[in-house]
């Protein structure tokens, strides 16, 4: 899950540095809580260094999202390279990810919506980079239900994207284990859409 460092030679290692840095210290602390002297200590560079690739805090933040984006595209292509499984199957292999995923200890939730409750409306650039990631989460829904439904392919993905950001953030606020079975849900909910298309 290192899609930065497969391009090292496009990223200088310093920047790298500073940005796995401060990734690790937002999903644990938060942004407004995560000073720039601390992320300095924890990549070991100078203000200089840190200013050289980051004139601002902001500027960073947003170049982590980025990374943090980049890190689960990849991360997703390796979980559904699996060219026996038709797209139905791969949905619900991501849901059962998710799942794995709130057991962790080191769940924090999704980083683009902890980035974007805490600069709605106060800075376009990470705005802007939120929505983004989720545009494209959306956009890979969608690629994937074109091949369930070919109806109405763009709400069946609404529908499973409502659902999975919705456990995502009820997982963050209840720090426990799931006991509502997502794949199963999802599951439910591809069959209750095409049941309602077939109605129609």
Known sequence: MDALK??????????????????????????????????????????????????????????TLDYYQANYKVYLENLLDHKEMNSREKILLIFTDAMTWFDDTNFHGCLAVNAMSEFSGKDDLIENTCVNFKRWELGMLCDLTKDIDN????????????????????????????????????????????SNNAKS
């Open 151 to 194: 109806k109405q392919p763009i709400e069946l993905a609404h529908k499973l994207f409502v659902l999975l950001e919705g456990m995502v953030s009820i997982a963050k606020v209840n720090h426990s284990p799931y006991l509502i079975n997502m794949t199963q849900m999802a599951d439910e909910v591809i069959n209750l859409h095409l």
């Open 6 to 63: 497969q391009n090292k030679a496009l990223v200088p290692a310093k920047k790298l540095q500073i940005i796995e840095a401060a990734y690790g210290l937002f999903r644990a602390n938060g942004f407004y809580a995560t000073g720039v002297d601390l992320i300095m200590r924890t990549a070991e560079v100078s203000k200089r260094t840190m200013y050289k690739y980051f004139p601002t805090k902001n500027d960073l933040i947003a170049a």
